[in-house]
């Protein structure tokens, strides 16, 4: 109640993430927005969208603009009638050192388990905590202290506690999108820079994980580094309470449902069965990213096709990389990499009629996905490490008739709660083998039976569940902390 009182439920909710949910393109005919890609904003745009984001007065969503503040202008406002945007400008030679360097030349690869990619620069944490800064003294002019912040994800590690500076009795959530990583990958970053970013998140009253496993990560960190006091979920540091949960991320479920029956999903969905013919569909799209595993992928299928060649010709693997951080030259390499394998593997394994591997690299509209969810026979997903993965969630939510089998790498934190997927080690490509063919060739009766057993998990804790679970979580510990304090 008397949290209830001082926050006179007149909460603003501000969320605040690197990427904001639309990007401005400069075209000859002029700039035009662009739906960003990746989990973070499909998840929080769709619970913005919901009903239940309506308790807040008002949301808006804070990130930084990748254009020019003359080119954001000059754009027509699309801004969804649900909520507001903030865009933040960075000049891009720190917006470099922030992005490109220590959010992906460090953070990235550390926590994907990628040590060997990491390049520790200093001048690339200085640019981080800068940008971190610039955050904060934005978000001062317009917070109320009675506000919600809700930071999300590794490129916003130090801004609570820049926040909690300022403002003691915020109501600060984070949320991490990746895995956190063991502390044997954590401590190889310089000392002073794990206890900044620690502490960093530490100024949140609660720190949420996609798994168990990350959560402990963390936890022993904590422990190690900073030496706070733990008890089970509870860290005490700097006079406060922080709570620590595992929260994993749904899907607007109802929204991929539905849309199979949607004209234009269904008119793309026949456009693919047709050009497929009477062959076996296999599917998968990701960002382009070293942590995806598409090597590991081709690798498996190629062994598919050598033990089981009465499939060739009968079956066709549809890859699509959407463009992705293309500017750093581990992903353009990647780029180069994976366009010479499949060349090479089309010129080997193919011939005139039939080409193994259909390769896109771009992005898919939402009828194009759907489209192809629902055309596939089975969906590949194979990470080396991805903190959740969702592409693996929609594919299964898109399935109405219940058909169709995914085969998902047991690295990516979908497969704890996806267990009735064919699950595979990504490193073995044996068994990516073995997989493929089971699920080519499993009865209807077993498709529906582990399709309808994955669905109602979807359904029950989607991405409304999700957020409902963490405010949750988070409202207790803001009272708490009132009730500590003199009104
Ligand atoms: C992952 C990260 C997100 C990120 C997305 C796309 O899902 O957790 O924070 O937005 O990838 O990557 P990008 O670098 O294009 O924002």
Redesign the pocket.
């Known amino acids: 109640l008397l949290h209830d009182l001082k926050k006179g439920k007149m909460s603003k909710l501000f969320i605040i ?3 904001l949910p639309v990007t401005v393109e400069e075209t000859a005919e002029g700039n035009f927005y662009r739906q ?6 499909s998840a929080i745009s769709a619970y913005l969208r919901l009903e239940d984001s309506n308790q807040f007065t008002k949301k808006i969503w804070v990130g930084v603009s990748e254009c020019a503040e003359r080119v954001w202008a000059s754009a027509e406002s699309v801004t969804p009638p649900e909520y507001d945007f903030k865009p933040v400008f960075v000049p891009p030679k720190l917006y470099e050192h922030y992005y490109n360097g220590f959010s ?1 030349s460090v953070l990235w690869p550390l926590f994907h388990y990628f040590p060997s990619f990491a390049d520790y620069q200093p001048s690339y944490f200085e640019g981080y905590l800068k940008v971190n800064a610039k955050f904060a003294s934005e978000l001062e002019r317009i917070l109320d202290p009675k506000d919600t912040v809700w930071i ?4 916003l590690l130090p801004l609570a506690a820049m926040l909690r500076k300022k403002f003691p009795q915020l109501t600060i959530g984070f949320f991490l ?2 895995p956190f990583p063991s502390y044997e990958l954590f401590r190889v970053i310089p000392r002073e820079w794990q206890h900044e970013l620690l502490s960093g998140m530490l100024g949140a009253d609660v720190i949420g994980f996609h798994t168990e496993d990350y959560l402990q990560h963390f936890l022993t960190s904590v422990r190690k580094v900073i030496k706070a006091r733990i008890d089970h979920r509870t860290i005490s540091w700097d006079g406060r309470d922080i709570q620590i949960g595992d929260f994993p991320i749904g899907i607007d479920y109802n929204k991929f449902q539905g849309a199979s029956s949607d004209h234009g999903v269904l008119t793309k969905r026949s456009e693919y069965l047709r050009s497929k013919l009477d062959k076996r569909l296999i599917f998968s799209v990701d ?1 382009l990213d070293y942590s995806k595993g598409v090597f590991n992928r081709l690798k498996g299928y190629r062994e598919f096709l050598v033990q089981n060649p009465h499939y060739k010709e009968k079956v066709v693997f549809a890859l699509v990389i959407v463009p ?2 293309d500017t750093i030259s581990k992903y353009a390499e990647r780029k180069k990499l994976i366009d010479e394998y499949i060349g090479n593997f089309n010129s080997r394994y193919g011939n005139i009629n039939w080409q193994p591997v259909i390769y896109q690299y771009g992005h898919l509209s939402f009828e194009e996905l759907v489209g192809m969810y629902t055309a596939c026979d089975l969906a590949l997903i194979t990470p080396l490490r991805d ?1 959740m993965n969702l592409v693996a969630k929609e594919f299964v939510a898109s399935r109405r008739d219940r058909q169709g089998v995914l085969v998902l790498s047991e690295m990516a934190g979908a497969a704890n709660e996806l267990t009735e997927a064919l699950l595979i080690n990504p490193n073995d490509r044996k068994e990516i083998a073995k997989m493929i063919k089971i699920g080519l060739e499993m009865t209807p009766d077993e498709q529906e039976r582990r399709m309808t057993a994955m669905q109602k998990r979807l359904q029950e804790y989607n991405v409304v569940t999700w957020a409902k679970e963490f405010f949750t979580a988070l409202a207790r510990i803001s009272s708490e902390q009132m009730k500590k304090e003199p009104l």
């Open positions: 993430a690197n990427r960003s890609s990746g989990g973070l904003v992906n999300h994800d590794y490129h999108h990746i960002r992705s951080r903190g």
